[in-house]
C-alpha cells in the first residue's frame, strides 16, 4: 500500500515561494499513476492545483498555472510543489495524492502552510 | 471550469437515518464524478468513483448514483462513524473541481 507523507516550512513570508515534498513509500514514484496536488484553506473546501505523471508531464489549474511548479525526484521517490508570490491567500492545508482517473484514491495527512510576514 | 454545486450544504441526522447528498455539475460530465469523505484534521477519503462504484474497504451501506449533470450520494443506516464532510468532484476535465461539501452532523 503506497504511502504519502507532505512536508515542508509550516510559515512562508508573503510574496515569498512555498516549498513542499511528498514522500512517496511502498511503491515508486515512476508507476503508472498521476501525483496530485491539492489544498485546502482553513474551513473551506478543496482545491486542486496540478499534477505529474511518472513522465514528467503536468497538469495545471490555469488559476495557479503562473505560480506553480509540480516536478518529481524519481532517485527520491518524492515530488514536490513550488508555489510562488504567495499571499494569505494561500494559507492552506497541503496535500498530495496518488491519482488514476482523475480521482484522488489515496491522499497524504496534510501540511499546513501559513502566509505571514 | 466547471462548477460544483452540492445540496444541502449541511444536514442533520440520527444514527440509523437514510442521508442524501445532491451534486450537480455545470456541465455533462457524464458518469465522471468522485465523493469524497472527510473528517475533521484527517485528509479525505474516495468512497465512490465513476459515480457509482464503492472504492475497496468502503462499507456498502454508501452508494452512488446519476450521469450527465445530476448525482446522488445516499448513506443508508448512518453510522456513529460517517459525520463528516462530504465532497464530490467532477473528473470529466481540467481543472478538477470539488462541490463545496455537504456537513453531516449530529441532530
Known amino acids: 500500500q503506497v504511502q504519502l507523507q507532505e512536508s515542508g516550512p509550516g510559515l512562508v513570508k508573503p510574496s515569498g515561494t512555498l516549498s513542499l515534498t511528498c514522500a512517496v513509500s511502498?511503491?515508486?514514484?515512476?508507476?503508472?499513476?498521476?501525483w496530485n496536488w491539492v489544498r485546502q484553506p482553513p474551513g473551506k473546501g478543496l482545491e486542486w492545483i496540478g499534477e505529474?505523471?511518472?513522465?514528467?508531464?503536468?497538469n495545471y489549474n490555469p488559476s495557479l498555472k503562473s505560480r506553480v511548479t509540480i516536478s518529481m525526484d524519481k532517485s527520491k521517490n518524492h515530488l514536490s510543489l513550488n508555489l510562488t508570490s504567495v499571499t494569505a491567500a494561500d494559507t492552506a492545508m497541503y496535500y498530495c495524492?496518488?491519482?488514476?482517473?482523475?480521482?484522488?484514491?489515496?491522499w497524504g495527512q496534510g501540511t499546513l502552510v501559513t502566509v505571514s510576514s | 471550469d466547471i462548477q460544483m454545486t452540492q445540496s444541502p450544504s449541511s444536514v442533520s441526522a440520527s444514527v440509523g437515518d437514510r442521508v442524501t447528498i445532491t451534486c450537480r455539475a455545470g456541465?455533462?460530465?457524464?458518469?465522471?464524478l468522485a465523493w469524497y469523505q472527510q473528517k475533521p484534521g484527517k485528509a479525505p477519503k474516495l468512497l465512490i468513483y465513476?459515480?457509482?462504484i464503492l472504492q475497496s474497504g468502503v462499507p456498502s451501506r454508501f452508494s452512488g448514483t446519476g450521469s450527465g449533470t445530476d448525482f446522488t450520494l445516499t448513506i443508508t443506516s448512518l453510522q456513529p462513524e460517517d459525520f463528516a464532510v462530504y465532497f464530490c468532484?467532477?473528473?470529466?476535465?481540467?481543472?478538477?473541481?470539488f462541490g463545496g461539501g455537504t456537513k453531516v452532523d449530529i441532530k
Open positions: 495524492a496518488r491519482g488514476e482517473y482523475n480521482y484522488a484514491f489515496q
Open positions: 511502498g511503491g515508486s514514484i515512476s508507476s503508472t499513476y498521476w
Open positions: 505529474i505523471y511518472h513522465t514528467g508531464s503536468t
Open positions: 456541465q455533462d460530465i457524464s458518469s465522471w
Open positions: 465513476a459515480a457509482s
Open positions: 468532484q467532477q473528473a470529466d476535465s481540467f481543472p478538477l473541481t
